[in-house]
């Protein structure tokens, strides 16, 4: 596609259900990062992939969130048993390859844990 | 461990200068980016400094100082549109493509 394309833009959940981010980036980026933005705050690092592997999987906040990726292009962010802590905008960018400095964001997964 | 701050909030008024500064503290250093948002929009990339000296694009040129681990976004000319949050960033050290951002400068551009 013509840009970073997040599904869905907005969901509302209950406290201890599984929720899953969907990520499509641009055709042909190689490194593809996940970030979470709380209200008014900065983007937070979550993941990053090179191709299907995660050579970062450092800001992961708990063994509740993982990420995969297939086919070197969507990737999927799971959260387990969702806390409403875990509510805030999720953030998926991709760049053509990793170390590039121009990364390209989605619009975004505004997500709500009630 | 790698960190970045900037001011939470500038205020100017149309047709005038601004400049929004970042400092770093990382263990390796592959250039300061900057990247503007919107409210409610997505972060869009604005410029790029990987060597000492001032990039211009258009109204906004930005500066890296590696010695002092500093830089700024200069804004010039400016318009209502460009109210909106400013990050700049890093990449991390190492092997990985990694940014990482700062929390970010709200802009108001006052008439």
């Known amino acids: 596609g013509a840009g970073v394309s997040q599904s869905p833009s907005n969901k509302v959940t209950e406290k201890g259900k599984d929720v899953e981010l969907r990520c499509d980036p641009i055709s042909g980026h190689t490194a593809l990062y996940w970030y979470r933005q709380s209200l008014g705050q900065g983007l937070e690092f979550l993941i990053y992939?090179?191709?299907?592997?995660?050579?970062?999987k450092s800001g992961l906040p708990s063994d509740r969130f993982s990420a995969e990726r297939t086919g070197g292009s969507v990737s999927t962010l799971t959260i387990q048993r969702t806390q409403q802590e875990d509510s805030a905008v999720y953030l998926c960018a991709s760049s053509l390859r990793g170390g590039v400095t121009e990364a390209f964001f989605g619009q975004g997964t505004r997500l709500t844990v009630v | 461990g790698q960190s970045l701050e900037q001011p939470s909030e500038v205020t100017a008024v149309e047709g005038a200068i601004v400049q929004i500064n970042c400092t770093y503290q990382?263990?390796?250093?592959?250039?300061l980016s900057w990247y503007q948002q919107h409210d409610g929009g997505a972060p869009t990339f604005l410029s790029y400094?990987?060597?000492?000296g001032l990039e211009e694009t258009g109204r906004f040129s930005s500066f890296l100082s590696r010695s002092d681990s500093y830089g700024y976004l200069l804004l010039q000319e400016l318009q209502m549109k460009d109210s909106a949050s400013y990050f700049c960033?890093?990449?991390?050290?190492?092997?990985?493509?990694?940014?990482?951002f700062g929390q970010g400068t709200t802009l108001q551009v006052k008439p």
């Open positions: 992939f090179q191709g299907n592997s995660a050579p970062d």
């Open positions: 990382t263990s390796g250093f592959y250039g």
């Open positions: 400094n990987a060597l000492d």
């Open positions: 960033a890093v990449r991390s050290s190492g092997n990985t493509g990694k940014l990482i």
